[in-house]
Structures are given as C-alpha cells and as structure tokens.
C-alpha cells in the first residue's frame, strides 16, 4: 500500500471520531464553536458534526488514488482521456456547484412568487420547529437533507435543526436539484486524487465547506463562497501550493524551492514591468472573484433592505404576541396580518 494512505487515513478517521464525539457527547461543541463559527457562517452542533465528518471522508477518499494498483486499473479503463484527469473533475466541480447554488436561488424566487411575497422576504415557518430561509441563505437544499437524515437517524440530538419543516413548502423541483449535490461532491473527490499534500488538504476542505454551504446557506454563505474559493485557487495557484509542499516535505530541494519562491515574489514586486504580467494577473484571478462574490453579496443585501422598518406578515392563522416590540402599524389584508415594527432591533433577535 502506497505510503500516501498511510499518511491521511489516520487523519481522516480522526476527523470523523470528533465529529462523531459531537454526536454522542454533549458540551463538546461549545468548546469547538468558536473555531468553525466564522468558516461555517453561524456554527451549530449540527453543522459542526457535518464539517469534521465530512472533511474526513474527503480526506480518506483523496488517497483511493494513491493506491498504484487502483490508480492504473483507472488509467486503463476505455474511457476518453479527459476522463482520467483530476483537472477536468476540478473544472466540472466548479461548473456544477454554481449550477446547484444558482438554481437553488432561482426556486427561492420562485417560492415567493408562488406565495405572494418579495423576493427579498424571509420565509418562516413555524410548525412543526421554527425553519426560516432567505435569498441570501436559503435553506431549501436543507430542507430535503433533513428528510433524509431523517429516514437514518431514528433519534436527531437537540441543537441539530435540520429545516424540515420547510419541506412541505418548497417547490418538488428541488428535490431533483438536490441530486446534484452528491455528484458535485464526487467530481471533487474525484479532482483531489493524487495531489501534494498543501493541495489536497486545502481542496478537501474547501470542498467540505462548499458541500455544506450548498445544502445550508445557498451561493452567499461563507461555506459555498468558500468552495468556490478554494477551486479557483487550485485552478490558478497550484504552483505555488505544491511548492509549499515541495518546501515543507522535501527538505533536499529546500534551497532551490526558496529561491524559486523568492524569484516569484521578486517578479509580483515589479509586475507592471514585467512582460508576464498575464502570468500574475492568473494567480490574482481567485482572489479578485472572492472580492467580487463579496461585494455582490452586500450589493443584494442593501438592496433589499427597508432601513425605515421591518415588514412582518403573518399568514395562516398564526397568533404571534407582539407586545414587547415596538411596533408602528398592523393592518389585514384577507388572510395576513401585515405589521411594521421599529428598525431598533437587531434582525436576528426577531427571529427568537
């Protein structure tokens, strides 16, 4: 067995016996919170046990290449050529995840339109527990996750919110756009076999972050901004990456791997004289789109956004007791009650 599975097996298996430990064991969360809340946009013990696990699978799974008995069985098979290189899977994972996150809006808009409400609306829903979904994170991919967890899981732990109430509001059409996000994940597997180790460690984790992002966020969570991110720079910056790995697991070519780096950065000093300026451009590229993806997300944010108040309509019958805000205005409009409170409160204080 090559000596590769060797090295990230026992790092995946220890990934997946924490998460699992979150499962089991209670309090544990609270003292890992801190460090997966600001990657994983609002950490919960679900979210936390989904992250370890799955970036141990990711990780155990980038090794199946290592295996030089597996890797010719695949270099042999007769398939197009395309289809046996890791690049070509990085591409599509790219291509498909923007198709899942982007569809995913699409139905959100459509949800609105079919309920009568506008497209920057936070959806709530009540009963059976509290599920809220938005344009700018949408938790309608959440909501067909959580049905199938729960056809595994006989018994889901408290602090694990798994969106199914929203279930039987959402459009059916997700649920076959939810089937893309197994294959998204595959394609990634796929594009992070035989990589060096910053490569592969960096691409299983952003894929992780990506994955979740897709099925708890939508394309303007941090975890998908940070999927995208992390493809793009495997797409633009690999270079370097495995240049880093050169430098940290070849002690022999130390020397000239540092100079080889120090020559790059020479290079990025003096790049508006350099005739490769398209070269550093390229390595700029992912870094450009994660501002550009940032700025679009504030963008539709303060776009939407009513400064003066909020806008609360409570339809179906739901009696909500109000008493304690500040509001300015009730009015019905046939089934819906349509309230307007102060700007004062913080919006996600109103969702408590």
């Known amino acids: 067995m090559n000596l590769k599975i060797n090295k990230y097996i026992p790092f995946g298996i220890i990934l997946i016996i924490l998460g699992g430990s ?11 919170r801190p460090f997966t809340q600001p990657i994983l946009m609002g950490s919960s013990k679900g ?30 098979l007769s398939i197009p050529e395309k289809l046996k290189d890791k690049d070509f899977y990085l591409k599509l994972s790219l291509i ?3 198709i899942t996150a982007i569809s995913g809006l699409a139905v959100e808009l459509y949800l609105r339109a079919s309920l009568g409400l506008n497209w920057n609306t936070i959806l709530v829903i009540m009963n059976p527990s509290l599920t809220s979904t938005s344009f700018l994170h949408s938790h309608l991919y959440k909501s067909i996750f959580g049905i199938i967890l729960g056809i595994f899981l006989s018994h889901i732990p408290a ?16 649920s076959l756009l939810f089937i893309l996000i197994p294959i998204t994940y ?26 979740i992002g897709l099925i ?5 969570a941090t975890p998908a901004i940070g999927g995208i991110y992390g493809i793009l720079i495997l797409m633009y910056n690999e270079e370097i990456l495995d240049g880093i790995s050169d430098f940290i697991t070849e002690k022999d070519k130390r020397d ?4 080889k780096l ?14 490769n300026i398209k070269k550093y451009l390229k390595i700029a590229l992912p870094h450009i789109a994660l501002i550009l993806i940032i700025i679009l997300r504030f963008s539709v944010a303060f776009y939407g956004a009513c400064p003066d108040s909020y806008e609360l309509i409570i339809s179906n019958g739901h009696d909500l007791d109000l008493d304690e805000y500040d509001t300015l205005n009730i009015s019905e409009n046939g089934d819906r009650t349509v309230v307007h409170l102060s700007n004062q409160y913080n919006e996600m204080e109103l969702f408590k």
């Open 22 to 32: 979150l499962y089991f064991l209670s309090g544990i969360d609270q003292f890992i």
């Open 47 to 76: 979210k936390d046990i989904l992250f370890f696990v799955l970036f141990g699978i990711t990780i155990i799974l980038s090794s199946i290449g290592d295996n030089e008995r597996i890797h010719n069985y695949l270099m042999n």
């Open 96 to 98: 498909l995840f923007l």
């Open 159 to 174: 602090g694990i919110h798994t969106g199914s109430s929203l279930s039987s509001y959402a459009p059916s059409v997700i």
């Open 186 to 211: 595959i394609s990634m597997v796929l594009s992070n076999q035989r990589r060096k180790a910053a490569s592969r460690i960096l691409l299983a984790f952003t894929s992780t972050l990506g994955i």
């Open 216 to 220: 708890d966020g939508g394309l303007f």
């Open 256 to 259: 000239g791997i540092k100079e």
């Open 262 to 275: 120090n020559e790059e950065l020479r290079a990025i000093k003096s790049i508006f004289n350099n005739k």
